[in-house]
């Protein structure tokens, strides 16, 4: 039932924008594997074989660790509504971060400003995708994005936010660096 690309096509590529949600997976040879849900109007992608997302600040930053110390990246998107199925993205990754000329450039092309709480951008150079049939995946009904990551962003502020990243962002579950660069 899978079909495999080297790339991402039309059809593809219309498959992911008509989604809410997406997957991240990484680990390491030796860490936690980290799996992740993320609202899909972070992500972007950039062309037939980048995509990216931003990645905003939660309770860890296990993805960065992963992309600095192994660099394995997967996206999974899958259909929650009309026909099933999976899509995966399989690549290798990295983080860009604030003080990068990748992060800047992104940030103009793709979003125009920096959201609060963007910790930085993880971009995944894809290697190949693969669809599946989804026939497991239950059929949910979408209501919304949820206010509460915007809210607590909010009542953060850009000063808590940094404040939160130096004592909760520089290190994975595992002890690896996540490489942030906390900004001035």
């Not at 980048?50 to 990645?55: K, Q």
């Amino acid at each position: 039932m899978a079909t495999q690309y080297d790339s991402l096509n039309a059809d593809l590529r219309d498959f992911i924008l008509r989604q809410h949600i997406f997957f991240t997976a990484s680990a390491t040879a030796s860490s936690r594997v980290n799996l992740t849900p993320r609202e899909i109007g972070a992500l972007r992608i950039l062309d037939d074989n980048t995509v990216c997302y931003l990645d905003r600040t939660g309770s860890g930053n296990e993805t960065a660790a992963h992309m600095l110390a192994d660099g394995r990246l997967t996206i999974m998107v899958c259909a929650f509504a009309g026909p099933p199925q999976i899509l995966r993205l399989y690549g290798h990754g990295e983080s860009l971060g604030w003080d990068s000329d990748g992060f800047r450039e992104v940030i103009a092309a793709q979003y125009g400003e920096v959201p609060l709480g963007t910790r930085q951008i993880m971009k995944l150079h894809v290697e190949l995708v693969q669809t599946s049939c989804g026939y497991g995946v239950p059929l949910f009904d979408y209501k919304g994005e949820r206010a509460s990551l915007e809210n607590w962003h909010n009542n953060k502020g850009p000063e808590g936010l940094r404040d939160y990243w130096a004592e909760k962002n520089l290190t994975s579950l595992d002890g690896l660096s996540t490489g942030l660069h906390v900004p001035e």
